[in-house]
């Protein structure tokens, strides 16, 4: 059987950590800042951990990466 790809999209996305989260970009941040909240900016700066059903679709496309 050949090997299995992974998803370019997610490779540069997303990373597992070695416990096995997804870590992701926040969303929301990329136009409209002026309607946004102080705190919804501040709030959604650096990286967030994907909620379960989410990670699990993620490391459907990253097969090595577990």
Same mark, same amino acid.
């Given at each position: 059987?050949? +090997?299995?790809?992974?998803?370019?999209?997610?490779? #540069?996305? !997303?990373?597992?950590? @070695?416990? &096995?989260?997804?870590?992701?970009?926040?969303?929301? +941040?990329?136009?409209?800042?002026?309607?946004?909240? #102080?705190? !919804?900016?501040?709030? @959604?700066? &650096?990286?967030?951990?994907?909620?379960?059903?989410?990670?699990?679709?993620?490391?459907?496309?990253?097969?090595?990466?577990?």
């Amino acid at each position: 059987m050949p +090997k299995m790809k992974t998803k370019s999209s997610a490779k #540069k996305r !997303f990373k597992v950590t @070695a416990t &096995g989260k997804v870590i992701g970009g926040q969303a929301g +941040k990329r136009h409209g800042m002026i309607k946004r909240t #102080k705190k !919804f900016i501040r709030d @959604a700066r &650096g990286t967030t951990v994907l909620s379960e059903p989410d990670a699990k679709i993620i490391k459907g496309f990253m097969p090595y990466d577990r």
